[in-house]
């Protein structure tokens, strides 16, 4: 990123069709990992944000995506901040159980896109970025890991949104920091 260039986080929106309801005994596994699971990545460097229902540690009482679809989003300081939490902490370990809890995936279930640095996506936008990257394929708009664009390239698809923070409808753990430039 040049350094008249915004400053730049990624998004990263997740979706996953359950097997069975969060209260049956062959979804606990997954379920007792979540706290510690999400309090890795609330601690992990190069975390800002991630979605939780109000008055709950997670989102999966959150159905935007159907009665049976949980939703993961959050926001990092970059791709490989993600990329290191995903795939060299304990959620590896859920990602392993995935078959055993959700269906397998037809089509797209991740999607990453930029957003400026401050911004706090909404559902709905994580969900059109998802039916974008469903609809079109890899861009710089909406992409996956094996897809990926640059900070700089995402700059002309940032949401349509003021890039300050607005006060999310929905909880966060902990509000992304004001100001804070991305080494992307």
Do not use: C, K
């Amino acid at each position: 990123m040049t350094a008249s260039a915004p400053a730049a986080h990624l998004a990263e929106l997740n979706v996953a069709t359950l097997l069975h309801p969060l209260d049956d005994p062959r979804i606990a596994p997954f379920v007792e990992m979540l706290d510690p699971v999400n309090a890795a990545a609330d601690d992990a460097p190069g975390f800002v944000w991630r979605l939780v229902e109000d008055g709950a540690a997670d989102a999966t009482g959150l159905r935007p995506a159907g009665e049976n679809v949980i939703v993961n989003l959050s926001v990092w300081e970059s791709q490989e901040a993600l990329w290191d939490f995903t795939y060299r902490s304990g959620h590896l370990e859920m990602m392993r159980g995935r078959r055993e809890w959700f269906e397998r995936h037809v089509e797209a279930h991740l999607v990453l896109w930029w957003v400026p640095a401050g911004h706090i996506p909404t559902v709905g936008e994580a969900l059109d970025r998802l039916a974008d990257l469903r609809a079109n394929g890899p861009s710089p708009r909406a992409f996956t890991f094996a897809s990926s664009s640059t900070a700089a390239e995402g700059v002309e698809h940032f949401p349509s949104v003021a890039p300050a923070r607005p006060a999310p409808v929905i909880g966060s753990v902990r509000p992304a920091p004001a100001g804070d430039a991305a080494a992307v």
